[in-house]
């Protein structure tokens, strides 16, 4: 079975036109591509051959191969005379369609012969160069070197260019040719899967996302996935919604979207009742382990296989072992393991805690891909945030414990377990050892015949013996799942590995590598990266401009600086090189530099100097470089924020707002942006409009929507992402009683999640009494019964308090008084003369306030009449709380003697330094009322 791609292209073609056409399908699947572009209709369109049509289109008429071959390409689409192939005529409408539908199949077919030839391997079986390019070119080498070398330069994009070695580039250009042409995605809905594919792959042909393309990409997914969900036919296509989510995941995966990945992997896993679980079960890890423990491994079944199986003995890589002194190979399991200590599971499935987990069934292919597409998609180090690196590990030991039906699916399980081994010592050098053996399987198995590297003509080395004739997989099975793997290219694979090396220490190696793939500001930045920036400078510089002498040929390499003229042309990747000279001499000249030479597209430039201006707290320069960047690449998250950083400090609030949304939309789980935004929206007026109450009444304005509102609901969003950041909830607690009406709801949710972070350092100091104030006193006043015992704010503001509050107070007699208050309105009286007893000692105990300032008096006498209300009040009230509940005894029958007792005290010690004064006359007032009732 081919491509998804192809079945879908085979399914969707009417039956006597597929059935003219199955001859290239079936070349297609199978991969003999060579055979596709021997065609009449190919050879004609590479200019082999001309008619009508054509015959007057010349290469030379044209600086670029491939705009030469859409020339072509647009004069055979308008032809309405040319026959079919078998000579025949026919209508042109059918003639049309044929034409339209064999190049839709010449374009994937191109597509899957670069993949071949760079990523999956066998070596093609023709030179690329001889069936695709004109005589005159593919016949003479430094002709060809500057054909291909122009057209890798035609790929850049937005400023970043394309990696300058890319092999056998025409059979992408070609693909990519055919399917930007206005005919073919008219008229072929289905040539926007395939220029996704196409679009992708450029992506990562350059050393960092195209914006453009990227737009693009995503355009294009969207339109197949209309068409795959609004086309009944396709059902008949197994598995071919799972595929494209699962190759849209990698496509999100790639640029940085791994919450989109995770949504589209699982819904891929419930369309294929895939059943899988990370859990723990018992067994030993290390040789000399006596003690059995929990493990983790990944139990998985694919829907219709049989509970327990044998690996598939079909052709796989070499996966190596791990020749550890202390580890296993593999996880040894205790016998019968499955019915024992797995602590969840009751949440398992009954097909899965059945399974021996030494011996588990083989996967179907797409499941394996989902539980790699999973482990790839998870790279954060916090528990927190879910699945660590490390905890990946069983899911790409499930593929290959398991076996692969599958070889390129094996290859990649055995790539993303090297990369998750190469952060733990115990593991790093199998992975490392791994990563070397798939870089050298790659690197034999696309180099012309296998030996020889048939771009150089070098000898091709090899950690591992290679593969005999008849080992190695065919075309067709690793073409089969190459696109939702994303398997990288040959180059990409030893960047990887050289990145590697730099981790461990291994610079020499890196370096070699990075050299011998002309990667010169990855080699630049691994010399920055170990302090010899003279050596990262001038490497660079080289790239950029002539030696000083003006004498390329005869410069030291040690010793030149290259401080000659510029290059003219400068080179393809210039805007970067100028960007991390920029870096390395802190020059904001050479990102201006970057910026103009990418004809003002290369948005990272702008970006470095919005940097540099933030640092200096340049705002408005910054706020100014942010936004020239984000014309570029408008889907940066981390522009928009810094972007709306910038703003803030300008006091742009509405322009902060709108780049925070922007940041919110682009990553709703941010909550600095979501508080930011809130920040932002706080200091927005309130939106209003006018409205006519009656025919007679003049025009009222009402506010109809409070940007304090909008900012409650950021903060509440930023809180929920980081539920533990007190500093976040306070935010919340400070909002939510200004809005209107008041949330008060929150401002108990916030208060109680402050308690709860911070109350066991913080003590009474992380409660806001003047909010609690607020809350009680509202609560009280708009409760006609003030009900704690049912649902609702009055028992949630009990509970705050009673589990929350109360226990943390330890002195201030304004959280003594909002106890009180709330006590008093719910039948508590003795609870609430306790806690005014409490309140007015705090007050009173504090030193020397007899002879203190004023404010300190005064605080006294107004705690001490506060005090004396209280006993007056709820003195003379029968108890409502304990054993004397119900007996009739008062709450303090002795209230009028304690009332005396504390003014004579306070009075007392106010004596000599406040006597005559207005607080003493308040309280000798109050004393006196007193003494009126008796």
């Known amino acids: 079975m081919g491509d998804v791609l192809l079945q879908f292209i085979r399914a969707s073609l009417p039956e006597e036109l597929a059935a003219v056409l199955e001859d290239v399908l079936k070349a297609a699947e199978s991969g003999n591509f060579l055979a596709i572009l021997e065609l009449p209709q190919v050879q004609i369109l590479l200019g082999h051959e001309d008619n009508e049509s054509t015959k007057e289109t010349k290469k030379e008429d044209f600086g670029l191969w491939n705009d030469y071959i859409f020339r072509r390409l647009s004069q055979m689409l308008a032809d309405r005379k040319s026959n079919r192939n078998d000579g025949e005529d026919v209508p042109s409408t059918e003639k049309a369609m044929y034409q339209r539908s064999l190049l839709l199949i010449v374009a994937v077919a191109a597509l899957h012969a670069f993949i071949q030839s760079t990523v999956t391997g066998p ?8 069936a695709l390019l004109p005589k005159d070119i593919s016949g003479n080498a430094s002709i060809l070197s500057k054909t291909r070398s122009d057209l890798i330069a035609s790929l850049g994009a937005d400023g970043v260019a394309a990696y300058r070695l890319t092999a056998d580039v025409e059979l992408l250009c070609l693909a990519e040719t055919i399917l930007i042409c206005p005919t073919i995605q008219k008229n072929e809905e289905l040539s926007a899967w395939a220029r996704f594919r196409v679009n992708f792959v450029h992506q990562r042909l350059l050393s960092e996302p195209a914006p453009s393309l990227q737009s693009a990409i995503y355009d294009d997914m969207e339109s197949i996935a209309k068409l795959i969900l609004s086309l009944d036919k396709v059902q008949a296509i197994k598995d071919i919604w799972p595929s494209f989510l699962l190759e849209r995941a990698s496509i999100h995966t790639h640029h940085g979207f791994d919450k989109k990945a995770r949504v589209d992997l699982e819904e891929a896993t419930t369309e294929r009742k895939f059943e899988f679980a990370l859990t723990g079960l018992m067994g030993k890890r290390t040789k000399f382990q006596q003690k059995d423990t929990s493990q983790l491994l990944v139990l998985a079944r ?65 499941d394996s891909v989902i539980l790699l597409s999973l482990a790839e998609s998870i790279k954060n180090t916090n528990p927190v945030d879910g699945l660590t690196r490390e905890q990946t590990v069983p899911y790409a030991e499930r593929v290959l414990e398991g076996g692969s039906s599958n070889w390129q699916i094996y290859t990649q399980a055995l790539l993303v377990r090297s990369r998750i081994e190469g952060y733990k010592s115990r593991t790093m050098e199998r992975g490392l050892l791994q990563l070397q053996a798939l870089v050298d399987q790659v690197i034999a198995e696309t180099s012309g015949d296998g030996t020889t590297d048939a771009e150089t003509g070098e000898k091709v080395t090899s950690f591992l013996p290679q593969a005999k004739e008849g080992e190695a997989a065919s075309v067709e099975e690793r073409l089969r799942y190459v696109f939702p793997l994303c398997s990288p290219s040959r180059w990409e694979l030893e960047a990887e590995l050289a990145a590697r090396w730099v981790h461990i220490g291994g610079l020499r190696s890196a370096l070699e590598i990075y050299e011998r793939l002309e990667m010169w500001a990855e080699a630049a930045l691994c010399y920055a990266a170990t302090e010899k920036e003279d050596k990262a400078r001038r490497m660079i510089r080289r790239q950029l401009f002539h030696a000083t002498n003006g004498d390329d040929d005869t410069a030291d390499l040690d010793e030149e600086t290259w401080e000659g003229a510029t290059r003219d042309p400068p080179p393809a990747e210039a805007p970067r090189f100028y960007c991390i000279l920029g870096d390395i001499d802190q020059d904001l000249s050479m990102y201006e530099k970057a910026w103009e030479v990418s004809g003002r597209r290369y948005a990272r430039a702008q970006r470095s100097l919005g940097q540099r201006y933030i640092a200096e707290k340049n705002y408005e320069k910054a706020a100014e470089a942010y936004s020239l960047s984000l014309k570029i690449n408008a889907l940066y998250h981390p522009a928009w924020f810094a972007l709306g950083c910038a703003q803030l400090e300008l006091l742009q609030f509405k322009n902060a707002v709108e780049a925070f949304s922007r940041c919110v939309q682009l990553d709703d789980q941010d909550a600095e942006a979501w508080s930011n935004l809130a920040a932002a929206l706080l200091h927005l007026r309130p939106k209003a409009k006018t409205e006519v109450e009656g025919e007679d009444e003049s025009p009222a304005r009402r506010v109809t929507n409070h940007p304090r509102t909008d900012a409650l609901k950021a903060f509440k969003r930023a809180a929920n992402i980081k539920h533990d950041n007190y500093r976040i909830w306070s935010n919340v607690l400070a909002v939510a009683p200004s809005t209107e009406p008041p949330s008060w709801n929150d401002v108990v949710t916030a208060q109680r999640r402050i308690c709860e972070i911070r109350g066991s350092t913080d003590g009474e100091k992380c409660v806001d009494a003047e909010v609690l104030d607020m809350l009680v006193k509202d609560a009280v006043r708009s409760e006609q019964v003030f009900d704690i015992s049912r649902p609702g704010l009055p028992r949630m503001i009990n509970e705050l308090i009673e589990k929350h509050v109360k226990p943390l107070i330890t002195f201030s007699p304004k959280l003594w008084s909002i106890l009180a208050t709330l006590y008093t309105h719910t039948s508590r009286p003795s609870s609430a003369l306790e806690c005014h007893e409490k309140a007015w000692r705090a007050v009173t105990s504090q030193p020397k306030w007899e002879s203190g300032t004023e404010a300190e008096w005064n605080a006294v006498v107004d705690q001490t009449i506060d005090l ?67």
Do not use: C, H
Not at 123 to 130: T, Y
Not at 306 to 316: D, H, L, M, Q, Y
Not at 332 to 359: C, G, Q, R, V, W
């Open 868 to 934: 004396v209300d209280a006993y007056e009040t709820l003195g003379p009230r029968e108890k409502t709380e304990g054993l004397a509940a119900g007996t009739g005894e008062l709450v303090a029958k002795d209230w009028k003697f304690k009332v005396r007792s504390a003014v004579r005290s306070v009075m007392g010690k106010g004596r000599e330094n406040w006597e005559d004064g207005d607080g003493w006359e308040r309280l000798k007032g109050r004393l006196d009322e007193l003494k009126g009732r008796d």
């Open 302 to 366: 694919s829907a219709g296989s049989e509970t327990n199986g044998t690996a598939n003995e079909a052709s796989k890589p070499t996966a190596l072992d791990l020749n550890d002194d202390t580890l296993l190979e593999s996880i040894s399991f205790t016998e019968n393991t499955a019915s024992t200590d797995i602590k969840d599971e009751s949440a398992l499935p009954a097909s899965l805690t059945s399974m021996d987990p030494s011996n588990q069934p083989l996967l179907d292919p797409l």
């Open 123 to 130: 070596p093609l079986p023709f030179n690329s160069a001889e």
